[in-house]
């Protein structure tokens, strides 16, 4: 790069030794030689050769070459003022400049002062957040209040809820605003919307995906390893139920009561079959699969071990499955109010119409967490399936998951490559932690992919050690000019002052700790650090349709109340007591639990009977999902033509009955 500029350099030393010796004369002054050498230039075509002119020729190409060679031996890559680092904090004005929408309200609030538009066209940056703060920062109240209050309006959102303070405070707004607000409530399960997983299986691998995550959820991470077989086997013995109950069962019977009912036919008797293999051996002649069925393949699995292996599995499934032993749980468990692939749709299609879903669980309390995690797990699978396969690749709508209390939410295994696919389909995670220690625990070697894949990550304050070290490493270096003095006193006393530069943290570990609470710090891929205050929720506009705004709390109402039949309802004894004290008149009667549970269960098969609006969704489910051929769909339109039960024909609706046998159902309900 640097040889043609040598040649120029070299040809016009050339010219000017030759211009100097033509002019030159001895005893010359320098004034009058450059005075020469000015007006030789405005002729440069005159003869100017001398017998000197070769001599000087040769001195200017030597001098030259020796300052080339002093410039490149003492050439250095100076940095002045950057010896250090470059770090330094971002201009706010700046950053909103770039990466905020000009209209607020579709902007996610990050601090007082910053916003981040959600359109990833905008930012060029995926939507994950991660927020780090300690107890008492404000990871709720300044973060996840505020960006539920922005009621973003192409946004559906779900939300982990500890103790249902965010239900509280701010589902009457949302409901106002349009939203359909869904509850799964672990803490007041009265009053929760039920959750039926079998309403999101499409496939076998669906059903294993199911069981997997069901058997990791419920074995506790601080459990001794035991010999993987014993969980292996009772997975195998899980998913032969689930199958039964996935492929068998009529639509209203497709829930866990069923799995447990199946589950109290297994037994151990080398005299004679149990009832549950008697039922799954009738497979065998009674389905179109014969023993291809995969309930009858994995089951068959299980029992072919000695009686005492096989008594063992069973034992480990029912001690397994015995949470579910809980009228409320079944309850919940019984049917699907959830329609969680709604999040992304929008209610009933209506892309317009967006939902809230609240995941309320106790902070105090894991032993139903697993609940939370199917539905996680499920949610990615029908989000995944309606996005890859319905809408090209994209949602309709935005769907943020707000991750509070993240180290208590079982997620599903693949969470971190989740995480770095999920942007293309319009999902976005909002990761809430108190300390870094938090997911290193959860994540081991991988807990850096969490970081690495969420462009922003807000630190809110906080007490842990390795947390401070991370923040001022990510903050970086500056380069700092340093002044020392120096003074020796004395007859001959002397002063110094000497100037230097150094690098420093923008903030040192310690002054991360000691941050006001009121601040925050932000980093958002590819800006500089920012430095600004927390926002304060009372200045949003829709404050005050909150409960911390002077709203009315809200109260998620639910069909099914806590009475067993018309007229009859369950009174704890404080009931009891304020029923007696306001003088109503009820007569009292005193019921066991055993009693009380007999007529819940009652209630629940009442209840549970599907209605005619239940059975037209499952059959356009079955239509619009399930893989049937030409032929099996001509014999659909001929049962719906002559007004077939709906109930009869989704018994036999599947994809594995063969043509012969839905000929065969079909003469025989109009011989009927």
Known sequence: MLVPFLIA??????????????????????????????????????NYWTEHSLKAMIVGTLIYAMAVLLYITSRRNFMHGKEYGTASLANIDQ?????????????????????????????????????????????????????????????????????????????GMLKKNGYNVKVLNLIDMAKSDCYNPFNYIRTENDVI???????????????????????HAEGMLLQALFY??????????????SVLKLLSEAEVDDKKDSK??????????????????????????????????????????????????????????????????ELGIGTKRNRKKRTALFCVIPDSDKSYNFLVGMLYTQLFQELYYQADFKFGGKLPLDVTLMLDEFANVALPDDFCSLLSTMRSRRIS??????????????????????????????????????????????????????RSTGETRGVHGSAS?????????????????????????????????????????????????????????????????NKIKDGLKIYSEREIKEVEKSGEKVNIIDLTPQEIAALQENEFQMETKPTDEDLREELT?????MDFSAEQMHEAKKALAIKMDLEYLLEYLKPETSIEKMKEKLEKYQSR
């Not at 058997?215 to 001794?224: D, H, L, V």
């Open 9 to 46: 350099g070299e040809l016009f030393v050339l010219f000017i030794s030759y211009i100097i010796s033509g002019v030159w004369k001895e005893g010359m002054d320098v004034i009058t030689l450059l005075n020469k050498v000015n007006d030789a230039l405005d002729h440069p075509f005159k």
């Open 95 to 171: 950053v909103n400049k770039s990466i905020s929408d000009k209209s607020d309200e579709k902007n996610r609030i990050l601090s007082k002062h910053v916003r981040m538009s959600t359109d990833t066209k905008v930012t060029k940056l995926n939507n994950n957040m991660l927020v780090i703060g300690g107890s008492g920062a404000g990871k709720t109240f300044y973060i996840v209040k505020p960006n539920i209050m922005q009621m973003l309006p192409k946004g559906s959102f779900i939300a982990t809820d500890p103790k249902g303070e965010l239900l509280r405070a701010t589902g």
């Open 209 to 231: 995906k199911l069981v997997t995550n069901l058997i990791s959820n419920t074995t506790p991470k601080e459990s001794a390893p035991t010999d993987p077989f014993w969980e």
């Open 244 to 257: 039964y109950v996935w492929l068998e069962m009529p639509p209203n019977q497709k829930n866990f009561q």
């Open 276 to 341: 549950l293999t008697i039922r799954m051996k009738k497979l065998v002649d009674t389905s179109s699969l014969g023993e291809h069925h995969p309930a009858y393949r994995q089951y068959m699995k299980v029992v072919r071990g000695a009686g005492d292996t096989v008594r063992s599995i069973i034992i480990s499934a029912n001690s397994r499955l015995a949470l579910l032993e809980n009228p409320q749980i079944l309850r919940i468990l019984s049917k699907d109010d959830l329609h969680i692939e």
């Open 429 to 482: 995670a909002i990761i809430i932690i108190q300390n870094l220690a938090q997911i290193k625990a959860l994540f081991k070697e991988t807990w850096e992919t969490i970081t690495g894949n969420c462009d922003t990550l807000v630190y809110l304050g906080g007490n842990e050690k390795s947390t401070h070290e991370y923040i001022s490493e990510l903050l970086g270096k500056g380069t700092i000019d340093k």
């Open 497 to 561: 002052r000497n100037y230097d530069v150094l690098g420093r943290s923008l903030m040192n570990p310690d002054e991360v700790r000691n941050m006001d609470n009121k601040n925050c710090l932000i980093f958002i891929k590819g800006f500089n650090p920012i430095f600004d205050e927390k926002y304060w929720p009372f200045d949003h506009k829709n404050f005050k349709q909150t409960e911390d705004g002077g709203a009315k709390p809200y109260t998620h109402n639910i069909r099914r109340s």
């Open 621 to 625: 489910t079955r239509l619009c999902t």
